[in-house]
């Protein structure tokens, strides 16, 4: 073979080689764009799977700014979307919502307007809240609280009306018993002037002759006569008085046959102020009622269910205790509550012995475990009524028609009547022993008084509910 046919062999050959390397890196490129190309397809149809759940194709020709409203530079359209919910939420139940999903603070939401419109249902027609809406509803339960609020205006008129009866019926008789106490003082000095005379005649009788004794004796005959008229005209003054207690405890029965007895204790029920603010990681919350209502700190009250009466023991749903006093507002922390029922904005707050407006008169009997350690405090009394004083009230000895409330701890204990032995080691027994009668019979009369004139009267614990005051008895320095 020439070497100019050898030489063309060789680049054929060398061309061919050339082709099918190149020839296998272009199917090797292409099967890897291949595969490229599927990944990223695969990529692509889940990318819009995801957004057709994010949202629909005829959703997404719509502007977000359309949908969603004012998107802060910061902040993703779905970010915004969440904080609009949550002051939607903060707006139905208040407080800072619970960082969970969109569904469970709607699902919240829900359980808390249904269980707190349960109640509802009773006085006015809610009707499905999901369907009617909560500012219907509210308005519904406005026009029931005017209405609610209209007739409890009647009836505090009626119920002013009838004290009023009741307090000139007891002034009458009051005025009536004072006479005829007087009349009886009367009769009583004239008969003590008689046995007075009838002692020196009897000593005069002993000195005089027979003649004497005889003319004295006569006299004496007609005092006792007179004095026995005494008697008997004291003892018909007080079966009339008494004959007068009881057609006026008959009249009061009739009276209360006709028309039942007003509530004794509603002044117990009116509360002082509302809740406008709370922090509860701070454990503070903020009323409305400040300096300018005569609000100081140290100042305690008990935190009640907005819209829903005080309960008749007056146990709150939560405690708190004045820190901090501006003119028209003050904060208080919470000394006692519970998880389950926070406090919110617009529960009320009470404290039976406060008020901006008046004095309250208390007076307090009995015996009291005030730590409640199971020793009685034999000062309990004079701590009680020195609180009293503390928070604006006013603490009286006896009950009058000027009372406001009773505070009644134990009945006094009565000692064992002491023997002859005991009185003689001990001369002072009999005298501790009547002492404690007294006391048990004082304890005893309070009680009568203020139920004659219809006063509200409070047990300890009862007491200590109502001034919110229940969770710092057993502190130091709390009496």
Not at 75 to 89: C, F, I, N, Q
Not at 116 to 128: F, M, N, R, T, V
Not at 160 to 187: P, S
């Amino acid at each position: 073979m020439s070497p100019r046919r050898r030489t063309q062999s060789s680049a054929m050959l060398y061309t061919l080689i050339t082709f099918v390397g190149l020839f296998i890196a272009a199917t090797t490129i292409a099967v890897i764009y291949y595969v490229k190309a599927e990944d990223y397809r695969t990529k692509q149809a889940d990318l819009d799977s995801q957004i057709n759940e994010l949202a629909s194709s005829r959703e997404r020709q719509t502007p977000l700014g359309a949908i969603v409203g004012t998107k802060p530079a910061p902040k993703s359209w779905l970010g915004t979307m969440v904080d609009y919910l949550d002051e939607m939420v903060t707006l139905v139940v208040g407080g800072v919502p619970e960082p969970t999903s969109a569904e469970a603070k709607v699902n919240n939401v829900n359980a808390r307007v249904r269980t707190i419109l349960e109640p509802a249902k009773e006085h006015i027609d809610i009707g499905d809240p999901n369907k009617t809406g909560l500012v219907q509803i509210i308005e519904g339960l406005q026009a029931a609280l005017e209405n609610t609020i209209n007739a409890r205006v009647a009836t505090q008129q009626q119920l002013d009306d009838l004290q009023q009866r009741f307090k000139d019926a007891d002034e009458a008789n009051f005025e009536k018993e004072q006479t005829l106490l007087a009349e009886k003082d009367k009769l009583q000095q004239l008969v003590n002037t008689i046995k007075q005379d009838y002692d020196e005649l009897q000593a005069l009788l002993k000195q005089s002759t027979e003649q004497q004794i005889k003319t004295l004796s006569d006299q004496l005959e007609q005092e006792k006569a007179k004095s026995k008229e005494l008697n008997d005209e004291l003892l018909r003054t007080q079966a009339e008085l008494k004959m007068a207690e009881g057609m006026m405890r008959r009249a009061q029965q009739d009276v209360m046959k006709i028309k039942p007895p007003p509530d004794r204790e509603v002044l117990a029920y009116k509360f002082d102020g509302e809740v406008t603010l709370t922090d509860d990681r701070a454990k503070v919350v903020y009323l409305n009622i400040g300096s300018d209502d005569h609000v100081y700190r140290g100042l305690t009250f008990t935190v009640y269910d907005k819209g829903t009466p005080i309960p008749k023991d007056g146990n709150g749903k939560a405690e708190i205790e004045v820190f901090d006093v501006e003119k028209t507002f003050s904060a208080a922390r919470i000394t006692r509550s519970e998880i389950t029922k926070p406090i919110l904005p617009g529960d009320i707050i009470a404290n039976l012995i406060w008020d901006s407006d008046k004095t309250n008169v208390f007076v307090v009997a009995g015996d009291f475990d005030l730590d409640n350690d199971g020793d009685i405090d034999y000062d309990a009394v004079a701590k009680i009524k020195a609180l009293v004083e503390k928070w604006g009230g006013r603490a009286a000895d006896t009950v009058s028609i000027d009372t406001d409330f009773l505070v009644l701890g134990r009945p006094p204990q009565v000692l064992r009547r002491p023997t002859l032995d005991e009185i003689e080691i001990d001369p002072t027994a009999m005298e501790r022993y009547e002492a404690s009668l007294k006391r048990l019979a004082g304890y005893k009369e309070l009680q009568r008084q203020a139920e004659t004139l219809w006063l509200p009267i409070f047990k300890y614990e009862r007491f200590l509910y109502f001034i919110g005051y229940k969770e710092q008895i057993g502190q130091a320095g709390a009496f």
